[in-house]
């Protein structure tokens, strides 16, 4: 099989569910980091803590923002001219 290359450029899947464009997209933190990544990172953050209440906040922080996890997003917008807001993911 193909071996995993961290400077393969990423390809969106885009599915059609109720006229929306859902994309995972897989982030990280990392220096430079394009804006839109952080701020997927940050609504993850806010989904994580409302989801997963009795799990303490600096811990979810420290895995979100910790360099040595990936994060993939699962982003939808309404039309392809939207913007994406993040509605869900998974760190490991």
Known sequence: GAKYNESMPRVSTRLRI????????????????????????A?????FRWQLPAMPREYITK??????????CL????????????IGGITY
């Open 63 to 72: 895995l979100l923002y910790d360099p040595d996890h990936r994060t993939m």
């Open 75 to 86: 982003m939808k917008a309404k039309s392809p001219d939207e913007k994406k807001k993040v």
């Open 18 to 41: 109720d006229d929306a464009q859902i994309s995972f997209h897989v982030v990280r933190r990392e220096e430079g980091a394009e804006l839109w990544k952080i701020e997927a990172l």
């Open 43 to 47: 609504a993850l953050e806010n989904i």
